[in-house]
């Protein structure tokens, strides 16, 4: 029971915190004056590729690299383990 009444109090000392006066009003202001931008924002890491050429030669490096996982992991499921008794 102490336990409880212990928790109590302590959650009706969290709910007293002070506010600083006016402070939802300057969170709302910060919100209002954020830029909004256009369209679509690349990754961080892709914001210097502006050729169309370049963003098309990384988007297939990535798939024949995804390509070759694949086609290594089957390649070693398919092949025999030497532990296997046949």
């Known amino acids: 029971m102490k336990e409880e009444t212990l928790y109590t109090q302590w959650k009706e000392n969290r709910r007293q915190v002070p506010v600083p006066e006016r402070f939802a009003a300057g969170v709302m202001a910060k919100i209002e004056n954020q830029v909004q931008t256009d369209g679509y924002e690349l990754p ?23 390509l070759f996982r694949i086609f290594y992991i089957a390649a070693n499921l398919l092949q025999a383990n030497q532990l296997m008794l046949y």
Request: negative net charge; charged residues 10%.
């Open 44 to 66: 961080v890491g892709l914001t210097d590729i502006h050729d169309c050429l370049m963003q098309w030669s990384v988007a297939a490096g990535l798939v024949l690299l995804g």
